[in-house]
């Protein structure tokens, strides 16, 4: 777990920190030796650490067992030791065993928190803080309900990353086959004139000359055919990338709402919007966390205007679509429709997530795909 998602967590727990009120007002209230207040503060601020130490491993695996018991300890003895004021502390003992402990040992140890707490508080008359014990109970329902969220929604993202790795890798496969079954044939038929050509060439150099053209014509055509596949590999289309999109997106457990008409298109603001669709996926898929993406496509006989949304953290402060070679993310996205003389904008959306607008002319205007 990396340091910022640690702090993410802890800070999430400060506003539980409220219950720590009581114990702070009986230290500076109370009449007591000055040695036990001391004592009181120090054991009230290591047990406010290992509980932020705790509530920081929210949601994972490793629980913080040993931690644990040092602030059940602490908690504890500082209840016993200083009265109702404290029973308080029980609270975060609920919390840190929902998020900390195995699930069978979880209600075993705040239903003894929970005992504790009351005792306390009945021991030393404080009836006023009955609330106490069951706030002990809903505090470990409610740790333990978000635990469960923050683990399947870790889960969920896992999954949207092996689904792009995924795709990406099958994109490599099916180019790399292509290849070879464009390349396998000629550059055989170039390795065997070569060879005759070779062996030829001392005892008849006009066949050895013939052969050779041979070899020319064919290492010509294998150019030509490894152009047109690599032309056609990078070339798409506004609907070929909607489809694309609503198959990644979807099989992502992202809900995808699509235009009902995809307009036709000249092929420069076809492709190059296509590129829009299929980048914007791609950065959903890796690094927004959206749950929705809309796509609208609209065009008026003069531009099209393509918009992507999403609901994600695209928009969030030091978030931003990553890319900036040519070719890819927004850097290469500005060429292509900077190309046909459009334009294109990027940012946080009027109700957050990401929002990508392209904007291209239908006329006067092509597009290196």
């Not at 396998?184 to 060439?201: D, F, T």
């Amino acid at each position: 777990m990396d340091r910022s998602s640690w702090w993410g967590q802890a800070i999430w727990a400060v506003p539980w920190l409220l219950f720590q009120y009581f114990p702070i007002s009986d230290l500076v209230t109370a009449d007591r030796p000055v040695a036990a207040r001391w004592v009181g503060a120090v054991g009230l601020l290591a047990f406010t650490l290992v509980y932020l130490r705790v509530i920081g491993q929210l949601g994972r695996p490793r629980a913080l067992r040993a931690d644990f018991v040092l602030m059940t300890g602490l908690a504890t003895a500082l209840a016993v030791g200083f009265g109702a004021n404290w029973s308080g502390l029980m609270v975060y003992v609920s919390a840190a065993a929902a998020a900390a402990l195995p699930w069978r040992w979880v209600w075993p140890a705040v239903v003894a928190a929970a005992l504790l707490c009351l005792a306390v508080i009945l021991a030393d008359e404080g009836s006023g803080l009955l609330f106490l014990p069951p706030i002990c109970l809903l505090t470990a329902f409610a740790i333990r309900g978000t635990g469960y969220l923050m683990t399947v929604n870790r889960e969920l993202q896992e999954a949207r990353e092996e689904l792009a790795r995924h795709a990406v890798a099958e994109e490599r496969l099916r180019f790399a086959r292509d290849l070879h079954d464009l390349l396998g044939h000629s550059l055989s038929l170039i390795a065997l004139k070569s060879e005759l050509a070779r062996r030829l060439a001392a005892v008849d150099p006009a066949r050895a000359g013939a052969e050779m053209a041979d070899v020319e014509d064919a290492a010509r055509r294998a150019l030509a055919e490894v152009r047109e596949a690599v032309s056609g590999y990078r070339q798409v289309t506004v609907g070929q990338a909607l489809a694309e999109a609503r198959a990644a997106l979807t099989g992502a457990g992202i809900t995808v709402r699509l235009p009902e008409r995809v307009p036709v298109l000249p092929v420069g603001p076809d492709a190059a919007l296509g590129w829009v669709v299929r980048e914007a996926t791609t950065n959903v898929l890796r690094h927004s966390g959206a749950g929705q993406v809309t796509v609208e496509l609209t065009e008026d006989g003069e531009r099209a205007v393509l918009t992507v949304t999403d609901d994600g953290c695209g928009g969030a402060p030091g978030v931003t679509m990553r890319g900036t070679t040519s070719g890819s993310g927004l850097a290469g996205l500005r060429e292509r429709v900077g190309a046909l003389g459009g334009e294109l904008a990027a940012g946080p959306g009027d109700r957050g997530g990401y929002r990508l607008r392209a904007s291209v002319p239908l006329t006067s205007a092509t597009v290196d795909a």
